[in-house]
């Protein structure tokens, strides 16, 4: 990815049928992947949050797409911000077969030098959770490729707050009421 910074995007809606639509055919026109994507509730009662990421060679064209999004009925705002901006982590989780576990010493090592959890122990299998950036649970990953081979992988999308005192869509929705009450 030369010369492309990611930016994580942050959307507000309320939870409407389509939205989500309407937003990658934003990204589809503009030419832009979503690398991940993660919606949830927000801390704001009937608001989902949107979190995506993408790649971009400048600013101004994430400011064009945030334009873009912004002008959907169902949209209460979208912002977007750099790494620096976000507290940010991801989830991964590993399969890996029981017997290896079990006889390879260097696996429980492992899980510890990454500061991971076993989250399940079955007859055939052992589930692993890393959370982390992607380097992070991506180094997991490849370390327990090599050593003994993982049978299921899956990494969820980036989850993230920003640095900000405030939800930035909390100052704006106060805003908005101040001014219908005058």
């Not at 992947?33 to 060679?57: C, M, Q, R, W």
Request: some cysteine; overall charge negative; aromatic content about 8%.
């Amino acid at each position: 990815m030369n010369d492309k910074t990611l930016y994580t995007l942050t959307v507000f809606s309320e939870n409407t049928v389509g939205v989500l639509s309407q937003i990658a055919a934003i990204f589809t026109r503009r030419q832009l992947n979503i690398e991940t994507l993660s919606v949830s509730p927000s801390a704001i009662d009937g608001i989902h949050k949107f979190t995506i990421t993408t790649y971009a060679e400048e600013e101004r064209t994430l400011e064009k797409l945030i334009t873009q999004i912004d002008k959907r009925v169902d949209i209460l705002k979208a912002f977007y911000n750099t790494d620096e901006e976000l507290i940010f982590q991801e989830l991964a989780l590993y399969k890996i077969k029981t017997e290896k576990f079990l006889e390879s010493s260097c696996v429980e090592q492992i899980v510890r030098e990454h500061h991971a959890l076993i989250l399940d122990i079955s007859e055939h299998a052992t589930v692993i959770q890393k959370t982390g950036h992607y380097q992070e649970t991506q180094a997991l990953f490849d370390e327990l490729s090599k050593e003994i081979g993982v049978l299921q992988f899956i990494r969820s999308g980036r989850v993230g707050i920003t640095k900000s005192k405030n939800e930035r869509l909390s100052e704006i929705l106060a805003h908005r009421e101040s001014l219908l009450v005058e």
